[in-house]
């Protein structure tokens, strides 16, 4: 469970989440993005423009990281990030398709670090 592999994916998806988070909680935009169109852009500003949703998710996101990054829970946090993963590859299958490349990263690295994890959620099936 804690080989050199596992420690980089974990590392990696943990500093993603971090990055991800903080930049919907203080709105750091450094990195050229790109401008979600069409119905991602309406389904975007509807959930800006409630005030605290993109907000929430930021903090669940800072929140997993931090967990992944100091090696703590770990795969109670993998199992969190599962709906959020699920959630933004699914947005970007069919709103925002330009993005779908980083959502499958993450999804991918949640997977194998749920698989390296698999004993602990094994219980859960019986």
Request: hydrophobic share 60%; net charge positive.
């Amino acid at each position: 469970m804690n080989s050199t592999f596992t420690k980089i994916l974990r590392i990696f998806l943990g500093l993603g989440l971090l990055f991800f988070g903080l930049s919907k909680m203080i709105n750091f935009n450094f990195m050229p993005t790109h401008i979600y169109t069409g119905d991602a852009a309406i389904f975007i500003d509807s959930l800006s423009n409630t005030g605290y949703i993109l907000k929430v998710i930021g903090t669940f996101e800072i929140f997993v990281g931090l967990l992944l990054l100091i090696n703590k829970w770990v795969p109670f946090a993998l199992l969190l990030l599962a709906p959020i993963t699920l959630n933004v590859l699914l947005f970007h299958l069919f709103m925002d398709t330009p993005g779908l490349f980083v959502a499958l990263v993450v999804v991918v690295l949640n997977i194998v670090l749920i698989y390296k994890h698999w004993k602990v959620y094994r219980p859960l099936f019986h």
